[in-house]
C-alpha cells in the first residue's frame, strides 16, 4: 500500500483577490462587476488539490496570525494538517483581475517580514517531518527576511536525506533551489525565461534550457506552457501533453494543481505518462473555475481522456 503522506511548504501564502473587468485601463479608474477572495498561495493551492485528491497532507511553513481564519477553515475543511508556524502580522492580498477576453494582470504583493529566529523554527520543523514522510513539496515565493539560500538549504538538508522533493519557485529562489537539486522542478515560460535571463523566442529554446536544469543533477524537470501544454523531462526524452480545450474562467492556481497533480503521480508510483495525463487534465479543470476545486471523478475521467500525451 503506497504511502499517501506528503508535506507542502508555503513559506509566502496569499488571499487571493479577484475582479472581474470589461476591460483592463492601465492608468484609468477601473470597476470590477464581479468579485471574489479566498485563501491562496502556492503551497496552500498545492495543498488543498493533494488533500482533495486523496492525500495525507501537512502543510507548513508560515501564516500571518492576524488574517488567518480563512486558510484555517480551508484547512479543515480538506482535513489538511496544519503544521503552520504563526507569524506576527497579515498574510499578504494579491489581485487578480480578469477580463472578457479571459486575460489575467496579477499583481503578487511580497507578504510579511519574518524575524531570523522564526526560520531556525522551521528548520527544526522540518527535521522532524523528515523522520515520518518521504515526500517534500516546496512551492511559492519567499517572504521578506528569508533568504534564496536558506530556502535552498531546506531543500538540501531533505535531499541528502533521499527525501523526494518537488520544487516551485520562480526567480532568485529558483535559481538558487535549483542548486539543491531537488527531484523535480516546475517552471512555467515565465520562470524559465527569468531563469535563463532573456525571452523564450521558440520551442527548441525551451527544450534547450529545460534540459541545462536536468543537466544540472535533476531527475525530472518539467515545463508548463500554458493552453500550449506541458513538457516533462526525464532520461533525456521529453514528453508532451496537449489538454482539453475548456472555457478559460480563471488560469490562477492551474500550475500548482499541475504540481499536486504531478506529486500525487510519484506518490503512488504511477507511469510518466500516466502521471502527465492525470495533471494535465487537472489543470485544465482549473483554468475553467475560479479556485482550485478538483471535478467530480466523471469529469475528471473524460478531461482525463480528452488530454493527449506523446513523446515531443
Ligand atoms: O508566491 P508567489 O509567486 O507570489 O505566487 C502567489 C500567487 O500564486 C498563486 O498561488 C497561483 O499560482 C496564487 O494563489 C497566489 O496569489
Not at 18 to 41: A, M, W, Y
Amino acid at each position: 500500500m503506497a504511502d499517501k503522506k506528503a508535506v507542502v511548504v508555503c513559506l509566502n501564502p496569499a488571499i487571493d483577490q479577484t475582479g472581474s473587468l470589461q476591460k483592463l485601463e492601465v492608468g484609468e479608474l477601473n470597476r470590477v462587476h464581479s468579485d471574489n477572495t479566498i485563501p491562496g498561495g502556492k503551497g496552500v493551492n498545492v495543498a488543498s488539490v493533494l488533500s482533495q485528491i486523496g492525500a495525507e497532507v501537512t502543510l507548513t511553513g508560515f501564516i500571518g496570525a492576524d488574517n488567518a481564519e480563512m486558510f484555517e477553515q480551508m484547512f479543515m475543511q480538506h482535513g489538511i494538517t496544519d503544521e503552520m508556524l504563526r507569524v506576527e502580522g497579515s498574510n499578504r492580498t494579491n489581485l487578480k483581475l480578469t477580463d472578457a477576453d479571459g486575460q489575467l494582470t496579477e499583481i503578487n504583493f511580497s507578504g510579511f517580514t519574518l524575524p531570523a529566529s522564526t526560520l531556525d523554527k522551521l528548520g527544526q520543523l522540518l527535521s522532524g517531518l523528515a523522520r515520518t514522510h518521504k515526500t517534500f513539496i516546496f512551492s511559492g515565493s519567499l517572504p521578506n527576511g528569508v533568504s534564496a539560500i536558506r530556502l535552498a538549504g531546506w531543500i538540501h538538508f531533505l535531499v541528502m536525506q533521499g527525501k523526494t522533493v518537488v520544487f516551485d519557485a520562480s526567480g532568485d529562489a529558483f535559481d538558487k533551489g535549483v542548486k539543491a537539486l531537488p527531484s523535480m522542478v516546475k517552471p512555467n515560460l515565465y520562470e524559465l525565461s527569468g531563469w535563463i535571463g532573456k525571452p523564450l523566442t521558440s520551442e527548441a529554446e525551451v527544450l534547450q534550457h529545460g534540459a541545462e536544469i536536468a543537466a544540472l543533477g535533476i531527475k525530472d524537470v518539467v515545463v508548463s506552457c500554458g493552453a500550449q501544454g506541458v513538457l516533462w523531462l526525464r532520461n533525456g526524452e521529453w514528453m508532451r501533453s496537449i489538454p482539453p480545450e475548456v472555457n478559460v474562467v480563471n488560469s490562477v492556481g492551474a500550475g500548482d494543481t499541475l504540481v499536486a497533480g504531478l506529486c500525487w503521480g510519484k506518490i503512488n508510483s504511477w507511469s510518466q505518462s500516466k502521471t502527465l495525463k492525470f495533471s494535465t487534465a487537472l489543470a485544465a479543470h482549473a483554468v475553467s473555475e475560479a479556485g482550485v476545486e478538483i471535478p467530480e471523478a466523471v469529469l475528471l475521467r473524460k478531461l482525463v481522456t480528452q488530454t493527449t500525451v506523446k513523446p515531443v
